[in-house]
């Protein structure tokens, strides 16, 4: 009876125990953070890289004067290397319209589904 009292009342390895039980929470939870951060920077590259790119086909003919400029000058101008092949380039009745989409996966694995990014602007002509 005395030696249950005493294993009762020892405190030691308390905070490792603590520490395994809350730390994977805290790594998930940190992971996660890391995780939607990068998604909302990619989501915003590639809106400016769409908004770019139907600026630069209506004002500068120079650089974006076909689909496959404007797609390159768009896959570049954003400050991440999207693929060409994502961007959609032409005329609406809004002006000139480009728009995309990128499959967003997650790196970590945590999350084991995919999102599609989408993004599209139209200047006036």
Do not use: H, K
């Not at 809106?47 to 790119?53: G, I, T």
């Not at 000058?73 to 009745?93: C, N, W, Y």
């Amino acid at each position: 009876m005395a030696a249950l009292r005493r294993a009762l009342l020892d405190r030691a390895g308390v905070a490792a125990i603590e520490f395994a039980i809350l730390g994977p929470v805290l790594l998930v939870l940190l992971i996660g953070i890391i995780e939607f951060g990068r998604l909302l920077w990619l989501e915003n590259a590639l809106q400016y890289a769409v908004a770019q790119a139907s600026r630069c086909v209506t004002i500068d003919t120079s650089v974006c004067g076909s689909t496959r400029e404007t797609q390159d000058f768009a896959a570049s101008s954003s400050g991440m290397s999207f693929p060409s092949a994502i961007f959609l380039v032409g005329p609406a009745a809004c002006g000139n319209l480009v728009s995309a989409s990128y499959p967003f996966t997650f790196a970590a694995g945590l999350f084991p589904y995919a999102i599609t990014l989408t993004a599209q602007s139209c200047y006036p002509v």
